[in-house]
């Protein structure tokens, strides 16, 4: 259905007068018959969406969000370094099965509080206030938001940083002389080449709006179509022979520099970073006709289509795999386009199989450009982003949140210029995504579970005992990744790194967790927004 247009301002978090405790406290089971635009007034916000979008493309949506070919083929450097055959396949499967714990958690908390506010976008925000106690709603909402926008659009920055890095060595696949290459890839090369990844993603998802839901079926069907052909034809062809079965499910071979045990923890980015968007589409909960029972299936669904995906590319490539030393030595960190022409023994066969690949890359930075945006707006709906009202606006001929999609374009824009600075962009965009996201997750989850899911009970999605052991593993994941991921991205790929190499997302992590949450229209001042505000842009830019 097409909702109208709102003609006065949503009221914000702070400015409501109904007492959240009282009509929430029932839970928001709906029934069939229940109007999902008719649930978001009972949550307090004006409907300002086209609800077009229907289960399967909310999950094919995750999974271009998710995009397993691209986010496998662009970081499959990670647990190459970290411990080779074993921690590519292992490492794989064991975190996929982990976020499926966090996507039934999210699930059970959306099932409550099915809005854009909800969990993502600024999403998990609304649900950390509701479910938290009076006294802590503002300061847990405003830390939790905070942590999925900067996710959000940091996770944007390392896709478009990747899709680039990916350009480039496919297009050197095509030199005739390994010691030479097509593209030196300097750094103002490869900026170029960002910028414009970025703004062909930026125009897809503004003035393609209302054709995405096409776009993610199509991509879906078609990632399975390439993954066929790419798994025929490099098995097939193989040029220099196949591994053993054994190699390839039990061969460890740590080569970061690091003890083993750290070294397959600094692999799991691979899995991690390909995962991270499991939440991201409660930000689509005001697109779709019952968000309350449909966004937490394509959840949960999205994560088994992504692990059978997943398996699908990384069995056969690690049946192929040149020697692990070799790809390690490769410019650019993005070793996928040689080991595809050592199989076929032609770039312009790999090539081929290459393209969808690079579109898929494409369609992921659409969709967080497209979700980003959404979670802009609704952050700012609540008054918690600087400039909120000019942040809210909806294009009446674009249907979208046209400002909060140029502010996002924006930063992404002034965040690539860190490239200038240290090669080790994508590492700490990539690990602050994965931290921040983890973190906006993990918020409500543990709100949820240290108040005894009483919330979730009476939701349309809940788990009972198993939702409860979900939780402890949703929050278990997220202590995890921190500490692994502050402290061995700090120096990648290797411990002696340089100012040049050196990984800065966990001062970019500690920035945004320790900065002062008593800012924006959640809290009186606005001295303390700009405050962290510009500390981070200097801990982002200042390297």
């Known amino acids: 259905m097409t909702t109208a247009l709102p003609s006065t301002t949503t009221p914000s978090l702070t400015n409501r007068n109904k007492d959240v405790n009282s009509p929430s406290k029932d839970g928001l089971h709906v029934d069939g018959n229940h109007n999902a635009d008719d649930l978001l007034q009972d949550l307090g916000y004006t409907a300002q969406f086209t609800r077009n979008r229907s289960t399967l493309q909310v999950a094919f949506m995750a999974f271009v969000l998710a995009s397993i070919p691209y986010g496998m083929a662009t970081t499959i450097y990670y647990p190459l370094i970290g411990g080779g055959p074993v921690n590519i396949i292992w490492g794989w499967v064991g975190v996929s099965l982990i976020v499926s714990c966090v996507a039934l958690s999210l699930g059970e908390i959306t099932s409550v509080f099915p809005t854009a506010g909800g969990y993502l976008n600024a999403g998990v925000y609304y649900q950390s206030f509701m479910l938290s106690p009076p006294q802590w709603r503002r300061i847990a909402s405003w830390i939790c938001g905070w942590f999925y926008l900067v996710g959000n659009i940091t996770i944007i920055v390392a896709v478009n940083f990747a899709t680039s890095t990916f350009i480039i060595s496919c297009i050197n696949m095509f030199s005739t002389d390994e010691d030479t290459t097509l593209i030196s890839g300097d750094a103002y090369q490869v900026f170029l080449i960002y910028l414009a990844v970025t703004l062909i993603c930026t125009s897809i998802s503004t003035f393609g709006n209302r054709w995405l839901p096409i776009l993610d079926t199509v991509a879906i069907f078609g990632t399975f179509i390439s993954l066929f052909a790419i798994v025929i034809t490099i098995l097939v062809l193989a040029k220099n022979g196949r591994r053993d079965a054994k190699w390839v499910f039990t061969h460890f071979e740590a080569s970061s520099g690091w003890p083993d045990g750290w070294s397959f923890c600094i692999g799991l980015l691979h899995a991690a970073y390909a995962t991270s968007a499991t939440g991201m589409i409660t930000s689509m909960c005001e697109e779709v006709r019952r968000p309350e ?10 994560v088994f289509i992504n692990l059978l995906a997943g398996v699908m590319i990384l069995v056969p490539v690690c049946f192929i795999l040149p020697d692990i030393q070799a790809l390690i030595a490769l410019p650019w960190a993005q070793p996928i386009p040689y080991i595809f022409k050592s199989a076929t023994g032609s770039a312009g066969v790999s090539m081929a199989l290459l393209a969808p690949v690079l579109l898929l890359g ?79 997750y993990a918020t409500p989850i543990t709100i949820s579970l240290l108040r005894g899911r009483e919330e979730v009970s009476r939701g349309c999605f809940y788990f009972g005992f198993f939702g409860a052991v979900c939780n402890v593993v949703a929050i278990g994941e997220h202590l995890f990744l921190s500490c692994d991921f502050a402290s061995n991205f700090a120096y990648l790929p290797f411990p002696n790194s340089s100012l040049v190499t050196f990984g800065y997302s966990p001062f970019l992590y500690a920035n945004v967790s320790t900065s002062d949450p008593f800012h924006s229209q959640l809290w009186p001042s606005r001295l303390c927004c700009r405050r962290s505000t510009f500390g981070f842009l200097v801990l982002v830019l200042g390297p």
């Open 293 to 302: 029972i449909q966004v937490p299936r394509a959840m949960v669904a999205t």
């Open 362 to 440: 494409v369609l992921c930075g659409t969709g967080c450009c497209t979700v980003a945006s959404r979670v802009i707006w609704a952050f700012a709906r609540d008054g918690a982003v600087p400039g909120a009202k000019h942040w809210t606006k909806i294009s009446p001929a674009l249907h979208i949140p046209l400002n909060a999609m140029i502010l996002s374009t924006t930063i992404q824009v002034l965040l690539g210029l860190i490239y200038f600075g240290s090669t080790a962009a994508f590492s700490a965009f990539s690990g602050v995504g994965v931290i921040c996201l983890t973190a906006s």
